[in-house]
């Protein structure tokens, strides 16, 4: 059963340590439940709950629905942010295409910190894909997410061999908030969370849910572990087949809600009172914060769907106008590259005629042309990425970007009543 196990700290290192941070004495490590282990029953209101959540999510991946996926990809920009070690520094959805755009060409002006989101939006996306596709998940396959999301830090890489811990004083546990179970378990831990993701012993939402909590309560690492618990839900959801071709930003919810979300851990592990350790009512409040996230997440992301169709809408109508004003039949053929590209411009909302080129499989003559028919419709705008070179904006997708990561960053969804609970781009300034 989960309970707690003593330890005796000992400092390892005391040079050039002050004698106050020497401390030695006893501390309480939390010891879970294995997932394999672990009965769990919910009760009928809750698991309504939960069947209502999934129609929502799986409603993302309906017919109709393709706009949501497009765009769904920079929704991960905050999730980037998080993981780029950026201090007080949130680049621009528009410095971060541009960054993505310089993968592929030379791009001028670009800011380090938008590269280094851009790289890691890369990362995510290969990462997590690589462990949805794969027959079944490994704890290696987690140890080489754990890499690729941290390069550079080669010290953290591998399950950790020595205890850590959360809150409190860097160095020792004595008074830390959480100490995680001690290093000796955690590879067998590990086992059993593989176990459960590769297997359907719940709905996908309460798998996700439940492994999530599981690994951060293991914190398997010695850094990272928030990077790897948050690609962990979109690989479960997504080898459940809940989500398959967008993203649900559920993760940003959670981090918005960063009270609720530490508070639903706690009871998770032991429903706030040490006493109470792997109490069936703890998990299931988790369970109920991580769902209510999840509904909060849909409906953002089904808003967001939808402001995008009012988009290309609007688009298709600025392109009529402009080949009507000049003597051409107002919609352009469905293969053309003009057509193609308003289609395009959600995923890709800065590119060149170089890149578009490259995406169509068209001429270089006819990626021009199709950008400058749009620019004349003022669905994009021009902006000069290198001598006689020039990107084009799709700046009002930009916009919708920034506002939407605005609004995940709400506690209510909403920043004229409640503003962003962490850092979020700058807000978009309309346009004259």
Known sequence: MAGWSEGQWQPTVVEGVPRRDRRTGAYLRYIPDPLEARPLTLDSRLARTIADAERAVRALNAPGAESLASIARFLLRSEAIASSRIE?????????ALAELGRSEHVRG?????????????VVREATSALVDAKEVTVDDIIELHRALMPEDEHHHGLRTVQNWIGGSDW???????????????????????DDMNGAAHSPLVQAALVHAQFE?????????????RALIHTVLARRGLMTTAILPISLALSTWRDRYVAGLVAYRYDGDPAEAGSI????????????AAESAAAQSADLAEQVEALRAAWTARVASHRES????????????????LRLLPEAPVVTAST????????????STALDELRQAGVVTTFTIERN??????????????VAERRLASTKADTRTSPPNRPVPARAHRRS
């Open 217 to 229: 309560t293991i914190h398997p690492f010695t850094d990272g572990n928030g990077r790897v618990g």
């Open 356 to 367: 578009l080129q490259r995406i169509l499989d068209v001429s270089f003559p006819a990626a």
């Open 326 to 341: 000049i003597g051409r039949r107002a919609t352009p053929r469905a293969d053309s590259a003009s057509a193609r590209l």
């Open 88 to 96: 007080g520094v949130t680049p621009s959805a528009k410095q971060v």
């Open 110 to 122: 670009v800011s380090e910190q938008a590269q280094l989101v851009a790289n890691n939006m890369t």
């Open 281 to 292: 009512a703890g998990v299931r409040a988790w369970i109920s914060t991580f769902v209510e």
């Open 389 to 402: 070179a020039t990107a084009y904006l799709a700046t009002e997708v930009l916009d919708l970007i920034t």
């Open 172 to 194: 020792y546990p004595i008074d830390a908030e959480f100490v995680p179970p001690p290093a000796e378990l955690v590879s067998d831990l590990m086992s059993d969370l593989v």
